[in-house]
């Protein structure tokens, strides 16, 4: 059972960092084997070619997928969860992991009807989780319909019906950490449980 964490923040200093940390501690706990791909680390490029663009925009499946979007493959190939970690910027994720989804999932990989032999389907995970800081409490992200759109996009669509389980998770309230510290360490506690749950 392998969790790959896809992890967006360019800061050690940030609130979601500490969020990673404290991740990665209740997943040790539970002894659940993880590897993370720290998108700003890797300097991860989410700018696509003109040549990327091609293969993608017109299904042109003989166009070469570039190598660290191949390496991205092969690590969801090996796991059975994805997690993605980033703070809500603009309603949404920050535009580098924006750029993950855009190059990652490539035609004929992640989506699109032509097949061809030398490209392996994405494989069905068996639980996706979309974990996100946000500065508003959830309550006002709900009241103001950005909970449900941000849901639509990441979960409907973007995870979609490559996970068998999907779920979000909304840590907000970061404006006044102090207040909602204690909560989102109480999810957090409940998250290597809950992922036990779906993916052993
Ligand atoms: C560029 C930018 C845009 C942001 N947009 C939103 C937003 O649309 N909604 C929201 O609730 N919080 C927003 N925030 C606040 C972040 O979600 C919040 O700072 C983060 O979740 C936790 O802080 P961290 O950056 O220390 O990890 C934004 C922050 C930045 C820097």
Known sequence: MKI??????????????????????????????????????????????????????FANLGLPIPKDVKEEHIKIEKADCLIFLYPVWWSDCPSKLKGWFDRVYSVGYAYGSKTTNNIKRMKILKYGLALCTAGHPNDFLHEIGIAESMRNVMIDDRLGQRFLNKEMIILGGTLDRDKVRQSHSEILNSLGKRIKKYCV
């Open 4 to 57: 790959q964490i896809i992890y967006c923040h360019p800061s050690k200093k940030s609130y979601t960092f500490q969020i990673l940390k404290q991740l990665k501690s209740h997943l040790d706990d539970e002894e659940l084997e993880y590897e993370i791909s720290d998108l700003y680390s890797m300097n991860f490029k989410t700018d696509m070619t003109e040549e990327e663009y091609e293969r993608e925009g």
